[in-house]
């Protein structure tokens, strides 16, 4: 059960509380590639998704999807964990009616939740939600099981895979260099340096005399040039990868 618990500034929390920065419980739950548990993906990405159930249009889309991106997930050392309500049987015989009808074999695990526990321990079960209701939840965790990013989309839309793509490379970024991204920012782009925390710290801004290579149009609005950033040859070569992804598409 979730407790609330006052912090040292006051503030109350819900110790159960799932948000950003808060660890991604750990849980044990049989799946389509056997028994998994969340803490065995420490070191590596994961992007953890909900979906309404098996047989389902939408969800469908969003399977292809991902199988169809999947090497891009790989790059970025990202694991894709899917799970629904529906049993693991179930599970197999909707994959394999997938594969049968488009060749596609989804090749990351399907988890199976019956009673809803792993549901109930990432709060996706909201009160009032009702079955066909907002029931896409999705959770970006980094390599440390720290939760990095959380989504919610109802079930009538399916998720954009690109944009999740996007998002990954803009938490890595944030987690190896501390670099942030302005709207609609795609890899290869210039990126945001985090605004100054001291007075210094905005003179030197104003005076031009910051030790980085940046470009200012305000003390808290600095941009550094992507291509200049410390060991991102790798990067560079996946990330663009996703904007030229998505370039095609658009083009086609
Ligand atoms: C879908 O994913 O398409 C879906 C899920 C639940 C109810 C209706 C549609």
């Given at each position: 059960m979730a407790v609330d618990i006052v912090t040292d500034n006051n503030a109350v929390i819900n110790e159960g509380c799932i948000t950003i920065g808060r660890l991604a419980p750990d849980f044990v739950a049989s799946s389509t590639h056997g028994v998994v548990t969340m803490s065995q993906f420490r070191g590596k990405w994961v992007l953890f998704f909900s979906q309404p159930g098996d047989f389902t249009p939408v969800s469908e889309?969003?399977?292809?999807?991902?199988?169809?991106?999947?090497?891009?997930?790989?790059?970025?050392?990202?694991?894709?964990?899917?799970?629904?309500?529906?049993?693991?049987l179930a599970d197999i015989e909707w994959l394999m009616d997938i594969s049968m009808r488009t060749g596609i074999t989804?090749?990351?695990?399907?988890?199976?939740?019956r009673n809803a526990e792993i549901a109930n321990l990432y709060n996706m079960v909201n009160p009032d939600r009702v079955y066909e209701e907002s029931v896409r939840d999705l959770f970006i965790i980094n390599p440390d099981g720290k939760i990095r990013a959380i989504q919610t989309y109802p079930v009538s839309c399916g998720r954009n895979t690109y944009e999740l793509l996007r998002l990954i490379d803009s938490l890595q970024l944030t987690e190896v260099h501390n670099l942030y991204t302005p709207a609609n920012w795609m890899p290869g782009e210039p990126v945001i340096?985090?605004?100054?925390?001291?007075?210094?710290?905005?003179?030197q801004r104003i005076k031009g005399e910051s030790e980085l290579p940046i470009k200012c149009s305000s003390w808290y609005l600095c941009f550094r040039d992507y291509n200049s950033i410390n060991d991102n040859n790798q990067n560079n070569g996946t990330n663009q990868d996703n904007a030229s992804a998505q370039k095609n598409k658009k083009n086609k």
């Open positions: 889309t969003e399977l292809i999807s991902f199988t169809q991106l999947y090497h891009e997930f790989e790059k970025r050392n990202v694991q894709l964990l899917g799970i629904t309500i529906d049993s693991t989804v090749p990351f695990p399907l988890l199976s939740d340096v985090p605004p100054p925390h001291t007075l210094e710290g905005a003179m």
